[in-house]
């Protein structure tokens, strides 16, 4: 019953991370922080490899529906993501040596996402208000790249909203293009805290007994949410995302106070 949950929570969250580009780790971390089953540390694992193999879905399913990829701008992010994957990935392992308390290192994570996910809130609520730019260069994309990569290893989200509402707000592109481009950045990010975990110290240290049916629930979302993406308009890709931030920065919150030292 227990894994039948884990599944459930992959493929919720990867369908609507496909959908929307968020990734899903926006919603599993959160998730599995709640159900405290696993440390800080295992489900920014768990949730890595859930999003990696979600995002190999969804990029094959977008680009066979016809999205086109911005090749001048997704490859820098790429290339940025792979760097910021690492450096989000020692800095866990910084967080977790320095605080030395799993439950306040769920704080910090939670904590972060949750500004995060309210200047995301802010942003797409006002985005007709304040002017996007039309940023353009190898240097910018891949300086977007790193701290988008920073963020989704960090926090073992996948870097999600934060990717979307950067991407559009950066680089002027419309919600299915900064969903791919978002895809890819999680891709590469992930592939690179992937690395990261298994040349350190390696796999065998952390509890991954549900990583195969979240694997396979995340192909499944990946499937889903890549369909999805290409018959829903944009006005829904727009909606969903929206709903789903709220929801998060609500889990998010609730994980903060209920791992504050009493």
Do not use: H
């Amino acid at each position: 019953m227990q894994y039948l949950l884990y599944f459930l929570i992959a493929v919720g969250a990867t369908t609507v991370g496909s959908l929307t580009g968020m990734g899903g780790g926006i919603i599993i971390k959160p998730v599995m922080d709640m159900l405290g089953a696993f440390d800080a540390q295992t489900i920014g694992v768990l949730s890595s490899l859930t999003v990696f193999s979600m995002s190999v879905v969804s990029i094959g399913k977008q680009m066979m529906g016809g999205i086109r990829i911005p090749f001048d701008a997704a490859i820098p992010l790429a290339v940025g993501s792979v760097a910021g994957g690492l450096a989000g990935e020692r800095l866990l392992r910084l967080c977790v040596t320095v605080l030395q308390n799993n439950q306040m290192v769920t704080v910090v994570q939670n904590g972060v996402l949750a500004l995060l996910i309210s200047s995301v809130i802010v942003y797409m609520r006002n985005q007709r208000r304040i002017r996007s730019f039309q940023l353009r260069g190898v240097r910018i994309s891949a300086l977007v790249g790193l701290f988008l990569g920073l963020c989704s290893s960090f926090l073992g989200i996948g870097g999600g909203s934060v990717n979307v509402a950067l991407v559009i707000l950066l680089f002027s592109f419309d919600i299915k293009t900064a969903t791919l481009c978002s895809l890819i950045t999680i891709f590469f990010a992930q592939l690179s805290k992937l690395g990261a975990v298994a040349l350190s110290t390696g796999f065998a240290v952390f509890d991954l007994r549900a990583a195969p049916v979240m694997i396979a629930g995340a192909i499944a979302g990946g499937f889903i949410g890549g369909g999805l993406n290409r018959r829903c308009r944009e006005e829904a890709v727009e909606r969903t995302f929206s709903l789903v931030q709220l929801l998060v920065l609500g889990i998010a919150i609730a994980n903060v106070i209920k791992n504050l030292p009493r």
